[in-house]
């Protein structure tokens, strides 16, 4: 291989680890499908280290030529539809090897195409809240109405914030206490008989139940450093929700009954 078709290798295949590390996908996956690729484009040797913030991909083509490149991970979010079509391109790369410009095309293709457009994860952040507010004892239908409503706040808020790359534990934090303030104010307003049904209603939608299932999972499998990154930022994260709950508390003086 000549040195620009080892250089647009190396930066396909980190493109590829990124997506899937950012979509949620278990660090040996990660692992092993850089080998697969690189090994089936005529690599001698792919050596690559991952964890949830950094990739180094090292490729030996020669006895005298060896590629390393590294790549920051900035955002881990859950894209299973994503990491599915990133796992069809690995294995089609492994089996058929197209060409690399292909390769680019079906890699901005899949960059590009959301899985789920903005009204519908607005709309899902508001059903949530409202099935928890049922789940969790409330039967005010203008408690669950109201719940609802505060759910598509916080979607709006989520997606906002996303937008605007702010921190992800202030953003949580903030989405919290937003929360939590608009269920004491409704309330108040007498549109629901207990509080508490509606801040759990809504906290369930910031909880990071999938970052600490992933961070067991990649302890399970052996990949310590990783396992535990993954845990302490669910953790951070569930601390943040937390603390805006506990700011709401000191605001409004105490749960009301």
Wanted: glycine content about 10%.
């Amino acid at each position: 291989m000549i040195t620009s078709q080892v250089n647009q290798l190396l930066s396909c295949t980190l493109e590829i680890l990124q997506m899937m590390l950012e979509s949620g996908a278990e660090i040996y996956r990660v692992e092993e499908s850089a080998r697969r690729v690189c090994q089936a484009y005529g690599a001698r040797r792919a050596d690559v280290y991952a964890t949830t913030s950094n990739i180094i991909l090292s490729v030996e083509v020669a006895e005298d030529e060896i590629k390393t490149h590294t790549r920051r991970i900035q955002q881990i979010v859950t894209d299973i539809e994503r990491m599915d079509r990133l796992n069809s391109l690995v294995r089609r790369m492994a089996s058929e090897r197209p060409e690399l410009s292909e390769v680019r095309r079906e890699i901005e293709a899949i960059k590009h195409t959301p899985v789920y457009s903005d009204p519908v994860t607005i709309l899902f952040y508001g059903i949530t809240a409202g099935a928890f507010y049922v789940f969790f004892g409330g039967r005010s239908l203008w408690g669950a109405l109201y719940g609802t409503l505060i759910g598509l706040c916080v979607g709006v808020l989520s997606i906002l914030f996303g937008r605007m790359q702010t921190n992800r534990f202030l953003g949580r934090f903030l989405c919290s206490l937003f929360a939590c303030s608009a269920a004491f104010a409704g309330h108040g307003m007498g549109l629901a008989g207990d509080v508490g049904f509606l801040i759990i209603g809504n906290i369930m939608t910031l909880i990071p139940g999938v970052g600490l299932t992933n961070s067991l999972r990649d302890l399970f499998a052996g990949d310590s450093i990783s396992g535990a990154l993954r845990m302490i930022d669910a953790l951070i994260l569930a601390a943040s929700i937390a603390c805006g709950y506990i700011v709401t508390i000191f605001l409004f003086g105490g749960v009301a009954g």
